[in-house]
């Protein structure tokens, strides 16, 4: 078993979002930020619409959503391959929901991952749906969080090639 180790991570995100007079009023500027991390492509995020945020632009929400939906699917690779399943092709639609509490602040409630992923025989089925059991056990991200991550996966076997 490999030791356990401590894993460092660093980014900077930088307010691009000043319009000549600052934080003056709370319309007088964008929530617009950009998100480096050094030798990989900047990112370009603000906050959600309702929050005065730019619509086109990656928002907290969408970052979270997308961390749980990309660590399950990297944990589920692993866990297939440990159990022998050869996974073909998989993707997910994953959603959460996030609520307001009325006093400017809030917290997502839970999320739910809809995995759809093929797998190369049959006999690889029952052991495919119990790895998304052990990658919710493996996911960093889904351990960190304090709301519920659900999964309502859908198996199917790949299609035998015609003669």
Known sequence: MAPLGEHHYALTTTWTGNRGSGTSGYRDYTRDVTISIQGKTELLASSDK???GDPARWNPEDLLLAALSECHL???LHACVTAGVVVIDYYDDAQ?????????????AEV???PQVTVADESMLEAARDA???AN????????????VRHEATIVV????RD
């Open 50 to 52: 309702p929050f005065r």
């Open 112 to 114: 739910t991952l809809r």
């Open 96 to 108: 959460g929901v996030m609520r307001e509490d009325g006093r400017g602040g809030g917290a997502f």
């Open 132 to 134: 998304h059991r052990t």
């Open 74 to 76: 990297l944990s589920y």
């Open 137 to 148: 056990e493996w996911c960093f991200i889904a351990n960190s969080v304090n709301f519920p």
């Open 158 to 161: 790949a299609s035998a090639p």
